[in-house]
């Protein structure tokens, strides 16, 4: 064999047409360790394991016979200590003086072997990170879900909490904080807005004796029941609640001086037409003021409780206007 052919970067071998080795070059020799004069002669099979044998036989061998040739065939050639060594086989037959030859030419691929196997690790690496991936952002989407659902629950838990702070337990209308709270806010409204509001204060007339002949279990009944008509004759814009024992607060949004006294006579008359169970009948003491550029949320309550005292002075089941007891009084004043 030329020098040049022993020195290929490949593994080269001639076989005759009975598949015998005719010559091998020194690169094959040096990868599978056996010397030339233990390979010439030998059929080529030698080089083979059994499985190798069999793709030969199927494949090798009937490509030969219809094509003449072969192109990249892998298969496993085995050294003389029995180490296996992966190849890309090409063959072609060609004819050399009457006779039949085929030259091998042998690409060793334990490189690229290698190259396979650390891509498919990598891949089952990859697929494994992102099977954890997934099965850890199904985690955290559970508990995302279980957070929003908490908080869902938390905020419903303060929209009861903040309804029960501030509503009264036996009326079931709003309770003397949330009217402070509605009173701060009117005044504000009042003085960036222009918005005005009046308050009506009342009191059912004579509560006292109502719980001292019929029992506290009654008179309790009276106060929800007054509270019911206050929630039923309030307007959208008005905030009703219970101040206190027997004195309830409107907050009349939108309500000038002519306003919040209509309001407060069909209070008046819709209390003493109501049927109340056991008691029979009860009254209702009204005063009220529409809120001025000089009030504060002290004065405004201050003025409709002086026109409360004063609808009791003139013998309860009256309205007095804070307004017009002023006007009145100055006259008063000024004939005297």
């Known amino acids: 064999m ?3 052919l022993d020195r290929l970067p490949c593994g080269y071998i001639v076989v005759n047409n009975h598949y015998l080795i005719v010559d091998v070059n020194e690169t094959f020799l040096h990868w599978t360790l056996y010397s030339k004069s233990e390979l010439v002669g030998q059929h080529i099979e030698i080089l083979f394991q059994s499985s190798n044998k069999l793709i030969f036989h199927s494949y090798f061998y009937p490509n030969m016979m219809l094509y003449k040739q072969i192109d990249e065939l892998f298969i496993h050639i085995s050294g003389k200590d029995g180490h296996s060594i992966p190849c890309i086989v090409n063959a072609k037959e060609l004819q050399i003086e009457q006779e039949n030859y085929v030259d091998l030419v042998l690409m060793p691929m334990k490189k690229r072997i290698k190259y396979e196997h650390e891509v498919r690790q990598t891949k089952s690496l990859l697929e494994r990170a992102y099977e954890e991936k997934e099965k850890a952002y199904k985690h955290l989407q559970h508990i995302y879900e279980k957070i929003e659902l908490k908080q869902a629950q938390l905020v419903e838990m303060n929209k009861q909490l ?3 702070s501030n509503t009264d337990n036996l009326t079931g209308i ?11 806010k009117r005044t504000e409204q009042f003085h960036i807005q222009g918005i005005a509001f009046s308050l009506l204060l009342l009191d059912i007339d004579n509560f006292k004796q109502v719980n001292d002949k019929f029992g506290h ?5 009276v106060l929800a029941q007054l509270g019911l008509i206050l929630k039923e004759l309030a307007r959208e814009q008005d905030t009703v609640a219970r101040f206190g024992g027997e004195e309830f607060v409107m907050l009349l949004g939108s309500t ?5 006294l ?9 209390v003493e037409q109501t049927i109340w169970p056991t008691v029979g009948h009860v009254t209702v003491s009204i005063g009220c003021t ?7 949320e002290s004065s405004v309550f201050e003025h409709a409780d002086e026109a409360l005292y004063e609808s009791k002075r003139n013998g309860r089941n009256c309205i007095t206007q804070y307004e017009a007891m002023r006007i009145s009084n100055s006259k008063e004043s000024f004939s005297t």
């Open 2 to 4: 030329e020098s040049r």
């Open 162 to 164: 903040t309804k029960i």
């Open 174 to 184: 709003a309770n003397r904080r949330y009217f402070q709270q509605q009173l701060t």
């Open 217 to 221: 279990p009654v008179g309790d009944l």
């Open 256 to 260: 000038n001086e002519a306003e919040v």
């Open 262 to 270: 209509k309001i407060a006579d069909q209070l008046k008359e819709t």
């Open 290 to 296: 529409t809120f001025k550029a000089s009030d504060t």
